[in-house]
């Protein structure tokens, strides 16, 4: 009885811990390298590893990208963490829809992971690649007041943790839109056009992210990474770059604009 009273402890200590695991809800001790989530539902995310198109980070042939005529680009490419399939959409809409918060450190997670990949992508070109800063786009007041919070703040809040990267509100949104969901592609690119402007304080803003880097980048572009929760068609994304392109375009600033966004549909 001794013995157990003293080993007891030390074995409770040293056992994995058990828990429901977040997506499934079945118990699991069984650790992964996203907490929360048993190693079933863990091997079953759809991760995008190997995009196929280099532009828009879609794991599969991409019309969008090739498609002649198409507007402007102003962000150089976006990369996702999973591919959009039925588990990942309940996965986002627990979070984005029913306020389900355990989910967001979950997809931030999922989101860091991808960063990591995009980092190492780009750094085998160019071993001095770094992000400056961290935004997001923003959500209109209706869906602020809907939601209680904008989805892409807090995924970007939480990658700029895990990066160290610092984050700032650079981009406001000038109009409400309707659900992006329910419409065509073409119906989409219309709408975010002149969707979003430039917060009045972005040019300041800029001055102190270009003094406050080293002064090896000091003749470098000012990098930027948006983070969104979904890419469909990237209108909300290139409407995004182009109000930071703008603002560089300002000032003389060199600029490149980069995308990050948890799922790829």
């Known amino acids: 009885m001794i013995w157990k009273s003293i080993l007891d402890p030390i074995h409770r200590l040293l056992a994995p811990p058990v828990s429901n695991c977040l997506a499934c809800g ?23 590893r190997h995009p196929r198109c280099r532009t828009c980070g879609r794991h599969m042939g991409c019309p969008d990208c090739t498609r002649a005529g198409g507007h402007e680009r102003f962000f150089i490419c976006n990369r996702s963490a999973v591919a959009y399939n039925p588990v990942m959409r309940e996965w986002l809409g627990q979070y984005k829809y029913r306020g389900n918060e355990r989910y967001s450190e979950l997809l931030i997670m999922m989101l860091g992971q991808a960063y990591v990949g995009m980092k190492n992508e780009h750094r085998r ?11 997001c786009v923003p959500v209109s007041t209706i869906r602020l007041q809907e939601r209680g919070f904008n989805q892409a703040e807090v995924l970007g ?8 990267i610092p984050f700032r509100r650079l981009i406001i949104r000038e109009r409400h839109t309707d659900k992006q969901s329910l419409k065509n ?6 709408d975010m056009m002149n969707t979003f ?6 040019i300041n803003s800029i001055r102190n992210i270009i003094e406050s880097r080293h002064r090896s980048r000091v003749n470098s ?24 392109w703008v603002a560089g375009e ?16």
């Not at 592609?185 to 219309?190: A, E, F, K, V, W």
């Not at 490149?256 to 799922?263: G, K, N, Q």
Request: net charge negative; charged share 20%; glycine share 6%.
């Open 185 to 190: 592609r073409s119906d989409r690119i219309r």
């Open 125 to 135: 070109a160019d071993s001095q690649w770094t992000i400056d800063v961290i935004t």
């Open 250 to 265: 300002v000032i003389g600033q060199p600029m490149e604009i980069y995308s990050l966004t948890w799922a790829r549909s």
């Open 157 to 164: 809040l939480g990658v700029a943790g895990l990066s160290q």
């Open 26 to 48: 079945r118990m699991t001790n069984r650790s992964t390298q996203i907490h929360g989530i048993c190693r079933d539902c863990y091997n079953g995310i759809p991760w995008i």
């Open 197 to 202: 402007e430039a917060d009045p304080d972005i």
């Open 221 to 244: 572009p000012l990098r930027f990474l948006v983070i969104d929760d979904i890419y469909t068609t990237g209108s909300t994304i290139n409407s995004c770059a182009r109000v930071l």
